[in-house]
């Protein structure tokens, strides 16, 4: 079954780490642009980071910059996104997506996305 898997997550406290993971199973994401969403309950879902088909490009919302850091491993076909720094405002449930368009912020439909994971912030 062609999917993404996503694994990480949990309960941390303010200023902890977090490192969430999605991989492809299935297929190669070699070929695909990732980007990573949270959706907090009662918002709207928000894009959070990306990383370009070949790895050359990533961007960051503004409420994570210089916190989060996405990066991809080829060999393991998977796209990491390591959050530091972590705050109450980042507890959301985070889905990764897959979509063919060779950079961020491409129209190109998404075609996997992974089961999402809550990662929850608090003392």
């Known amino acids: 079954q062609l999917q993404l898997v996503q694994s990480g997550g949990g309960l941390v406290q303010p200023g902890g780490s977090l490192r969430l993971s999605c991989a492809a199973s299935?297929?190669?994401?070699?070929?695909?642009?990732i980007d990573w969403f949270r959706q907090a309950p009662g918002r709207g879902r928000e894009g959070v980071s990306c990383?370009?088909?070949?790895?050359?490009?990533?961007n960051y919302a503004d409420s994570v910059k210089g916190r989060f850091t996405i990066s991809r491993d080829y060999a393991k076909t998977t796209v990491f996104l390591q959050m530091n720094s972590l705050k109450p405002e980042d507890t959301a449930v985070y889905y990764c997506?897959?979509?063919?368009?060779?950079?961020?912020?491409?129209?190109?439909?998404?075609?996997?996305w992974g089961q999402g994971t809550q990662v929850t912030v608090s003392s």
């Open positions: 299935g297929f190669t994401l070699d070929y695909y642009t």
């Open positions: 997506a897959a979509t063919r368009g060779p950079e961020c912020a491409s129209t190109t439909p998404y075609e996997y």
């Open positions: 990383i370009s088909r070949s790895g050359g490009a990533t």
